[in-house]
C-alpha cells in the first residue's frame, strides 16, 4: 500500500511541476519579416541588425529573467502592461521595450507607397483634418519627446485617435500613462534607433521614416479594434442622412431656413442614394420601393419650396420625407436614426 501511495504521490507531484511548465510564458524575438537593408534609405542594415539583435533581444532576455519563477510568467504581454504600475521596474521597462518594438517592426515596410483604409482615413480626416497634418502632429510629437521615447498614434476607449508620446519604453497601454489607448502606429526616437546614420538630427529620422510606413498594417489595426457600423458600406444612405439631419432638426423648432436654402443638395443625394447599389445584406423589393420613394418626394419637397409653398406645406411634406428615412432605417434594422 505504502509503494502506491508513495507512487501517487510522485504523479501528483509530476502533475503540478508539469502544470506549472504550461503557466510559465517564455518571451521570444518576433520574425522580422524582412531583410535587415529592406528599410533603405529611411534605415540602414547596421541599425536595423543591431536594433533588432542586440536592443530588442536584449529586452526579451531581461523580460524572461524578471518575471522568471513568480505569477508574472503566466500573464501575457498586454496584460503585464496594463497592470505594469504594480510590479518591479525591470518588468515596466522591459515588457515595454519587447511590446513597443514588436508593433514597431509590423508598421514598418519596404512595400512603397502604402495608404491607409477608407475607415482610417475617413477618422484621420475628420480628427486632422488629412494624412499630412498627422504626420505633422506625430513627428511634432516626436521630435519634442526629450530624451529617449516614443510617439503614437492610438485608439482610445471612445474609439478615437490619439497622438501621445512617453518616455523610455512607456506605452500608451500602460496604467502609469496619462492617455491610455491602444497603440497601432509607433515611432521610437530613442538615439540607437537612428544615430548612426542621422548622428543628431532626429528631425530628418522622422521626415524619412514615413516613407517607410506601412499604413495597410496601421489600418488592419485600426480595423481590428474599432467596430464597424451597420450602415459603412451603404455611404450614400449615410450622406443623405447627413443633410437629413441638417435640415429636418431645425424644422423641429420652426426655423425652415435650412430646409429652404439646401433642398436641392437633399434632393440630389437622394438621387444619388436611389441609383447606387444597395449592400447585399438590405438589398430588398421593400427598401428599394422605399428609396425610390425617398428620392420621388425630395424632388417634391425641393419643388414646393421653388414656388414658394406655405411653410406648413413645406413642414408637411419635411416630415414625411423623415419618415420614409426611417421606414428605410427600420426596413434594414432595428436602429433607430436621429
Not at 533581444?57 to 505569477?71: F, H, P, S
Not at 515596410?109 to 502604402?114: N, R
Not at 485617435?161 to 530613442?190: C, E, F, H, R
Not at 414658394?308 to 420614409?324: C, E, G, R, Y
Amino acid at each position: 500500500m505504502k509503494t502506491i501511495k508513495y507512487a501517487f504521490i510522485g504523479l501528483l507531484a509530476i502533475f503540478s511541476i508539469s502544470q506549472n511548465a504550461k503557466a510559465q510564458t517564455t518571451h521570444s524575438l518576433p520574425a522580422l519579416g524582412y531583410e535587415f537593408n529592406a528599410l533603405e534609405p529611411s534605415i540602414d542594415a547596421q541599425t536595423m541588425e543591431i536594433h533588432y539583435t542586440k536592443h530588442h533581444q536584449g529586452y526579451v532576455n531581461n523580460l524572461n529573467k524578471a518575471i522568471q519563477g513568480t505569477e508574472l510568467a503566466a500573464l501575457s504581454l498586454e496584460d503585464l502592461l496594463k497592470n505594469v504600475s504594480k510590479y518591479p521596474v525591470a518588468v515596466r521597462n522591459n515588457a515595454g521595450g519587447h511590446y513597443n518594438h514588436t508593433l514597431f517592426w509590423s508598421i514598418l515596410t519596404p512595400k512603397k507607397a502604402t495608404e491607409p483604409s477608407q475607415r482610417l482615413m475617413k477618422a484621420i480626416n475628420e480628427q486632422f483634418g488629412g494624412l499630412d497634418s498627422l504626420k505633422l502632429l506625430l513627428s511634432d510629437a516626436a521630435s519634442k519627446r526629450f530624451g529617449s521615447g516614443w510617439a503614437w498614434l492610438s485608439v482610445n476607449s471612445q474609439n478615437k485617435l490619439v497622438i501621445t508620446s512617453t518616455a523610455n519604453q512607456d506605452n500608451p497601454l500602460m496604467d502609469v500613462t496619462d492617455k491610455q489607448g491602444v497603440p497601432i502606429l509607433g515611432i521610437d526616437v530613442w538615439e540607437h534607433a537612428y544615430y548612426l546614420k542621422y548622428q543628431n538630427k532626429r528631425g530628418d529620422y522622422l521626415s524619412a521614416i514615413w516613407s517607410v510606413i506601412n499604413w495597410e498594417e496601421v489600418s488592419k489595426r485600426y480595423e481590428n479594434l474599432v467596430p464597424k457600423g451597420k450602415f459603412d458600406d451603404w455611404s450614400e444612405l449615410k450622406e443623405f442622412h447627413k443633410v437629413m439631419s441638417q435640415t429636418f432638426h431645425p424644422s423641429e423648432e420652426g426655423n425652415l431656413t435650412p430646409i429652404k436654402t439646401r433642398s436641392a443638395e437633399l434632393m440630389e443625394k437622394a438621387e444619388i442614394l436611389n441609383n447606387a447599389k444597395i449592400p447585399a445584406e438590405f438589398d430588398t423589393k421593400e427598401v428599394k420601393a422605399a428609396v425610390k420613394k425617398l428620392a420621388a418626394d425630395s424632388k417634391k419637397l425641393h419643388k414646393r419650396i421653388q414656388n414658394k409653398a406655405k411653410d406648413a406645406d413645406i413642414t408637411k411634406d419635411l416630415n414625411d420625407l423623415h419618415d420614409v428615412f426611417h421606414q428605410i432605417i427600420g426596413l434594414c434594422s432595428n436602429e433607430a436614426a436621429h
